[in-house]
């Protein structure tokens, strides 16, 4: 609801508005009323509504946003009434004030009636700013007010939880998480007060702009994700983890005394009483960034639509573990030795040639993929079958400092169509897996090949996998098989190469003899997926 100085501003604004002399201040300030106040936005449109009608019947000015401020509308009836043969002009009575002053009375009329009124809806029917989505182990403060899923939340709420997490989600989308001991307090759409907690917020393009106070800061989002620690003493951590960020430092007057804006994967520390930042190592795993964890996440996604000429292959997904484009001239990642000029091939629907996907991943980004439980997915063909690669490999990953193997590989014969999976095993041992169904590869048509792990329970040999090929334009897989009592996937370690196309045994030049697409990897497995697992093998 708008306070009445808030009220006469509002008035002010839409005055100038319609006369055209806004500067590009008063103009964000109107556009900031209107989209924050369902009041200011009703009371906008009947104003211009009402301008608009008032223009037409020819009574007021329309100003520059209409026609020019020239124009005087004459008399009712004197319209090419007055003959040509009388030299007399009829004077135009000068009305535009006593119709100003007529039309500034009705708008205060109508804008008192309008927030009266509105004052009494908005204090039957609230709006809110956020509403509860779940919560997991969430013990409250004593004599605190318990919250649920679904609940809304209004300006003034607090959410005080001793332990625990809860996930809820602004009005305009962005996502708020808090975990532990936190007190949360909502002041208005998209802004909050932490006194102290663990926050994480997710803000999506058109809920930039988020803001979290703290006693001693101020946050505001200005791309994608961050988290926020405030300690009981109020000592406050930033944690940029993709996008950027504001951060202001506020006097106990909560003016702004200092003011940085923080890079992608950048974090600061703030003392309480302190009036430097001071740098510190980004740390994602200090935020709980999903609540349901058991929910597929996409971790990569790679089209795999680069041009010919392209240096890398992007993922598309929010981790970005873009892969280098190793060329025919290039050096082997393992070896330092060029290359081998091979048969020409593709990993991805670009031009033919001698291209190998790779990437090193880093402590932090092979953490990233669950190995318990996951799913990959691709298109792939063979645009001649007498032509193929030293192997058919298509997914691959391996560490040659510590191991002499794979620690996994997900292939298939082009000749005979046998999808198969090979991986370390918690033994350290290297042991594989193949369909027992041949169906061969038609020449020049794109398979959608799906394979799901799942570790299942505790137990060594339990996991379950099911791999899955089925044509293009086709409904129905033309071969799937659902295995049972694999052994567990041991996590793929840090400082190995991934591969995509290609084969890591001995040198990145060993790739599938064919083109690949659209290569996702989910933690999880999606519902799509699932019924897969039921099935029987054949």
């Known amino acids: ?29 109107l556009e900031k009323l209107v989209l924050q106040s369902d009041s200011a936005r009703d009371f906008f449109t009947q104003y211009s509504g009402m301008c608009a009608n008032l223009e037409w019947e020819g009574i007021v000015d329309p100003g520059p946003l209409g026609r020019s401020l020239n124009y005087e509308p004459l008399p009712s009836g004197e319209l090419k009434t007055i003959p040509e043969h ?51 182990n969430a013990t409250w403060s004593e004599e605190k007010q318990n919250w649920f899923p679904d609940d809304l939340l209004h300006a003034g709420d607090q959410i005080h939880i001793s332990s625990g997490m809860i996930e809820l989600e602004t009005i305009t989308g962005a996502k708020v998480i808090l975990k532990g001991t936190s007190h949360l307090k909502l002041i208005q759409p998209d802004q909050f007060l932490l006194d102290q907690g663990n926050l994480f917020a997710h803000v999506p393009p058109h809920s930039q702009g988020l803001t979290v106070d703290t ?58 009483d302190s009036r430097e930042m001071t740098r510190i190592k980004s740390t994602p795993e200090l935020f709980v960034q999903n609540l349901t964890p058991d929910q597929p996440q996409l971790i990569a996604h790679w089209k795999l639509t680069e041009r010919k000429a392209s240096q890398i ?3 598309s997904g929010e981790h970005l573990l873009h892969l280098n484009i190793l060329k025919s001239q290039g050096q082997s990642p393992f070896t330092g030795c060029q290359a081998p000029q091979n048969i020409k091939s593709a990993a991805g629907p670009f031009e033919t040639q001698y291209h190998k996907l790779f990437r090193t991943l880093s402590e932090q980004e092979a953490s990233l993929f669950d190995m318990q439980r996951f799913t990959i997915e691709l298109w792939a063909r063979n645009p001649n079958i007498r032509q ?24 298939t014969d ?30 020049n048509r794109w398979y959608h090949i799906v394979f799901t792990y799942d570790s299942n329970t505790a137990a060594p040999h339990d996991s379950i996998v099911t791999l899955t090929r089925t044509p293009e334009f086709s409904s129905r897989p033309d071969l799937q098989q659902t295995l049972t009592k694999i052994p567990d996937i041991t996590p793929l370690s840090p400082g190995g190469i991934l591969a995509i196309g290609g084969s ?16 996702r990897f989910i933690n999880g497995i999606p519902t799509r997926y699932l019924t897969h697992q039921s099935s029987t093998a054949k």
Not at 103 to 113: E, G, Q, R
Not at 390 to 398: C, G, I, K, V
Request: glycine residues 6%.
């Open 388 to 411: 193929q690669g030293d192997s058919d490999t298509l997914f691959h990953y391996r560490n040659t400092t510590l191991h002499s193997t794979s620690q996994f590989n997900l292939f």
């Open 414 to 443: 082009d000749h005979s169509g046998v999808l198969g999976f090979g991986f370390l095993n918690s033994d350290n041992q290297y042991v594989s897996f193949h369909t027992k169904k041949h169906i061969p590869w038609e020449q």
């Open 1 to 29: 609801m708008l306070t009445p100085e808030e009220q006469e501003e509002l008035m002010e604004l839409c005055w100038e508005y319609q006369y055209g002399n806004l500067s590009s201040r008063e103009a964000g300030r």
């Open 504 to 519: 890591t045994l001995t040198d990145i030049s060993r790739h599938w003899g064919g083109d690949i697409s659209d290569v």
């Open 86 to 136: 009388l030299g007399t002009t009829p004077a135009v009575p000068d009305r535009r004030k006593a119709i100003s002053g007529i039309l500034t009375f009705s708008i205060c009329i109508l804008a008192v009636a309008y927030f009266l009124t509105s004052s009494l809806l908005q204090k039957e029917n609230p709006r809110y700013l956020a509403r509860i989505i779940n919560t997991k």
């Open 313 to 315: 292959a992007h993922d």
């Open 215 to 272: 006693p001693t800061s101020r946050v505001v989002d200005l791309g994608t994700s961050f988290g926020l620690i405030v300690s009981p003493t109020h000592e406050t951590e930033v944690h940029v983890l993709k996008g950027l960020v504001r951060f202001d430092l506020l006097n106990a007057d909560r003016e702004t005394t200092i003011t940085r804006d923080l890079q992608e994967n950048t974090a600061v520390r703030v003392q309480p």
